[in-house]
């Protein structure tokens, strides 16, 4: 009698059309996220209102009040909060994609399916927390009479640029979180860290021109860049070397991203 041996990532040339077979599995685990992100607190879906407005008064306290950074002509708020959109994307979808592998060790250890499909549906809860953000910047529009220019036409893009460069990140970190552990502690300080070297409570053009094409490195100051040019407008002009710097580096992770992942995918059973 054939015996079947069913192997993560075995028919390589079959992968990415598994992918899309095992498309409800990605609504059930997103779903599933949603649902025990916001259930299972105290605080619930409040939380993700309370946070953004207490960063954004913080924010705006330490570099609009204290520092007396530029504002580019738009209330510092407002300022702050299209900073934090992309900003508060990025950060829970790499809090929440980086363990999600460790945390469905049981489905990883007894089922076949491309594993690809759990860091890639847990950064679907990051969306929850940007519509809600959204919310508040509208309100916060409506508060201080400002009109959104032609430029918001653009937000798209820059939006499906920030999920690539989300993804990208994710599966980096899911991946290397199955074989060193210590990347639990390591995100959230690096996370902790990146919200004040990226341009989310000032704007990016206070960085000294010679240091800015390093500066841009980071793929989230020219999504921030962007996201503040398709909102605001005004002297948000977008900055070629941001924006060339951006997409560069998101495709580079993006793409070595993958390659990683799907050259450790077939421990992972093993190592969790």
């Not at 519509?131 to 937000?155: C, D, E, H, K, Q």
Request: one cysteine or more; charged letters at 10%; proline letters at 6%.
């Amino acid at each position: 009698m054939d015996e079947l041996v069913i192997e993560a990532g075995h028919e390589g040339r079959h992968y990415w059309r598994d992918l899309w077979l095992y498309r409800e599995l990605f609504y059930f685990l997103a779903w599933r996220d949603l649902l025990i992100r916001y259930k299972q607190t105290v605080v619930g879906i409040s939380w993700s209102v309370v946070k953004p407005l207490l960063t954004m008064l913080v924010l705006t306290l330490v570099f609009g009040k204290i520092s007396q950074m530029p504002a580019a002509g738009v209330p510092y708020p407002l300022l702050v909060l299209c900073g934090m959109l992309p900003w508060q994307f990025f950060s829970t979808a790499l809090t929440e994609s980086g363990g999600s592998l460790v945390l469905n060790t049981n489905l990883i250890t007894k089922v076949y399916f491309p594993r690809l499909i759990v860091p890639a549906s847990s950064i679907i809860t990051s969306l929850a927390d940007f519509a809600i953000s959204a919310v508040i910047l509208v309100g916060l529009m409506v508060w201080y009479r400002f009109t959104p220019p032609w430029n918001i036409l653009f937000l798209p893009v820059w939006i499906l640029l920030l999920l690539a460069t989300s993804l990208g990140t994710g599966i980096w970190i899911a991946a290397l979180t199955v074989k060193y552990r210590d990347f639990r502690f390591v995100v959230p300080f690096v996370l902790q860290f990146g919200l004040y070297v990226s341009p989310v409570g000032f704007v990016s053009t206070v960085i000294p021109r010679p240091y800015r094409l390093f500066y841009f490195l980071n793929p989230l100051a020219g999504i921030i860049d962007g996201f503040r040019w398709s909102l605001l407008g005004g002297a948000h002009t977008l900055q070629a070397p941001a924006l060339v710097m951006s997409l560069t580096v998101t495709i580079l992770v993006i793409v070595t991203g993958v390659w990683y992942f799907r050259s450790t995918e077939r421990r992972f059973a093993d190592l969790i």
